[in-house]
């Protein structure tokens, strides 16, 4: 898929994603989906979360850039940007290649209008951050804390009372700031409710993930579940509930109408991953 606009402008370097996954939406499990795609603008930083269980720390890691990511940002020097969660076009597209600089290169959090984690602002050099100083402590979240407010929460759900529910059906019972807890159904009513870490809950437009990408960086979505927990139905959605995949498209392709003067090249994959076995899903057969 490679869609473009008009007029074009050129960018002043040749510019190719060394890693075209700068938006994945991987749901894994007994059977497991892989859906990425990429933009032209993408930078090679990624940040992921790793959520525990209970009983288990949380951990929250930034994974290594590979040295073919580092050699090509510390040639571009790519500059980033306050982030803007509107699909707007940013003012002015920096991409400064005046100041190298051996360190690494600042890598925005995850954008928004508030940093999902204290003292975490768009333009902090998360390199300098200590992890621990930001992780949410699993062991202190108490059942019913939160000020988070989640709109749309099936009742049945909630409640585990659903026409679908079966025995290993689980129920949301409490989130705060970055966690949710995952309570077992009645039928095992002895086992402690399951902590999952997340940056942010996103209520829908504008799509941030999105709107990073576009703007040059890696973005991630990772969910993972039991077999028929929803992850497939998450990813596709139906006409009158669209899924992850459809929303991305749109807004990707909204952003690129919105950047009448830059040029973008989409890629597209859409993997399955089935006992350790990687599957095509856009291969012909
Ligand atoms: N939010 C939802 N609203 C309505 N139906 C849903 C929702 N989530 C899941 N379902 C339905 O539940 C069933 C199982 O969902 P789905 O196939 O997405 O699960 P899955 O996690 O991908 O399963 P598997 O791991 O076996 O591939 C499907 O029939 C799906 O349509």
Partial sequence: MAPTSTPIKPRPTPFTPKRPLSYVSAFISSTSSIASSSSAATANSTRANVGGTSGNPIKKFQAALSSESRSHRLLSTPKPRPISTSLAPPASPSRSTSSLNASRPKTPGTPGRRSP?????????????????????????????????????????????????????????????????????????????APYNFDKILTGTPNEPISAAMEGYNALIFACGQT??????????????????????????????????????LWCSYLEITNKAIHDLLAAG
């Avoid at 998360?126 to 009742?155: C, H, K, Q």
């Avoid at 909204?254 to 003067?261: L, P, T």
């Fill in 117 to 193: 984690m204290p003292g975490l602002g768009s333009e902090t050099n998360v390199s300098r951050i200590d992890p621990e100083e930001v992780l949410v402590d699993a062991a202190t979240v108490e059942p019913g804390d939160g000020d988070v407010y989640i709109d749309n929460i099936d009742e049945a759900l909630l409640h585990g009372n659903s026409s679908n529910a079966g025995d290993q059906d689980q129920v949301f019972t409490s989130a705060n700031h970055q966690t949710i807890h995952i309570a077992p159904s009645s039928t095992s009513p002895s086992s402690a409710p």
């Fill in 228 to 265: 028929a927990s929803g992850k497939t139905f998450t990813l596709s959605g139906d006409p009158d509930e669209p899924g992850i995949i459809p929303r991305v498209m749109r807004d990707a392709f909204a952003y690129i109408r919105a950047m009448s003067d830059w040029e973008y090249l």
